[in-house]
């Protein structure tokens, strides 16, 4: 049994997030991981609030239990999502791709718990200064949108630099990453790409079948001169992004050719020409299992990992 401060805190089980992953993480996924005793997350990426009002409600029609919201910062919906999750309240929010410290007092004042993802120590501690309740510290070995900092470098240095508890995300997808991430003193772990091949998880087959294909070396990071990096497993839609990259194209063109890639791969399942973000973790992920057990087989692998480690300690 692992409990942290984490499960005091948003009155759940386990300290598992689910991470909130756009066009990827509905209210049947993030329904299945809270009502196994995790934190299920919605993604609200770049879909209007009349979307996220729809999630929330199968949500709650699934479970009673807490669950949050993602908001991508670089959304243009933010305002109307934001004011849905207060209207909703919804229990939790995380965020990511941004700054979300002018939102932070009307959330707490409905007794949201807000969770931001940051990549770097500064913003952490801003954010612990503006009121945010627990991080999420995400290393580049994640999917999607990544800073420039690793996991194992990144947790660490967050902890140290904050009170607040630290969530740890961006390359663990078993048990000895739960393990390794408590002991860089994080209170718990957020995983993605794990979940993406979850039961519940209504991505593309074609998605979750390229996901339990891939290799360690299977992700490619584009987007580097447009100045928001993104990591995604190689394809031709890669390949042809890093071409007109290298070709010194316009920003604008660059941003055209990405635009709507992520549903086409998600939801129209084209793993070939649309964006299939997934984290360097993609190459350990092996079968298609309902979250719960997802949850539980995390749990007693931390557990075995924990006895394995103690036995190379002597007094
Ligand atoms: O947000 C994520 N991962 C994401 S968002 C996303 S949707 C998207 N679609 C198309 C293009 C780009 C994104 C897919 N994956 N993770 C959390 C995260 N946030 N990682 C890194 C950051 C981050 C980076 C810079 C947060 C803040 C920041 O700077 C803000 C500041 O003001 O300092």
Redesign the pocket.
């Known amino acids: 049994m692992i409990r942290t401060r984490i499960c005091d805190l948003l009155n759940i089980e386990y300290p598992v997030f689910q991470g909130g ?2 066009w990827v993480a509905t209210g049947e996924l993030a329904a299945a991981v809270s009502e196994a005793g995790g934190l299920g997350i919605i993604g609200a ?2 879909a209007p609030a009349s979307w996220v009002e729809a999630e929330i409600a199968k949500v709650k029609k699934l479970t009673s239990k807490p669950f949050g919201v993602n908001v ?1 910062l ?1 959304s243009p919906f933010v305002e109307e999502i934001i004011r849905v999750i207060v209207r909703e309240r919804v229990p939790v929010i995380t965020t ?4 979300p410290g002018k939102y932070v007092p009307v959330l707490k004042e409905v007794g949201t718990k807000v969770i931001p ?4 120590v500064a ?1 952490a501690k801003r954010l612990e200064k503006a009121g945010a309740d627990a991080l999420v510290a ?1 290393g580049m070995e ?6 420039e900092v690793c996991t194992l470098p990144l947790v660490p240095q967050v902890v140290d630099a904050v009170h607040i508890p630290v969530i740890a995300a961006g390359g663990i997808a078993d048990g000895r990453g739960l393990l390794a991430a408590l002991a860089l003193g994080a209170e718990g772990v957020q995983m993605g790409t794990r979940f993406m091949c979850a039961e519940e998880c209504t991505v593309s087959g074609r998605v979750k079948e390229k996901i339990l294909k891939a290799r360690d070396r299977d992700t490619v990071v584009t ?1 580097q001169s447009l100045g ?1 990096p ?1 990591r995604c497993l190689d394809n031709r839609f890669t390949r042809e992004f890093a071409r007109l990259e290298a070709d010194g194209r316009a920003k604008e063109e660059l941003e055209k050719f ?1 635009t709507g890639k ?1 549903r086409l791969a998600m939801v129209e399942g084209d793993v070939d020409n649309g964006s299939v ?1 997934a984290g360097q973790v993609a190459g350990a992920v092996r079968k298609i299992e309902p979250a719960a057990e997802i949850i539980r087989s995390l749990l007693a692998e931390a557990e075995e990992a924990y006895a394995k480690l103690t036995a190379h300690f002597h007094k």
């Open positions: 992953m756009a990426g770049q991508m670089m990511g791709a941004g700054n993802v940051v990549a770097s913003l995400e994640s999917g999607g949108h990544v800073g987007g928001h993104v990405g992520l973000m």
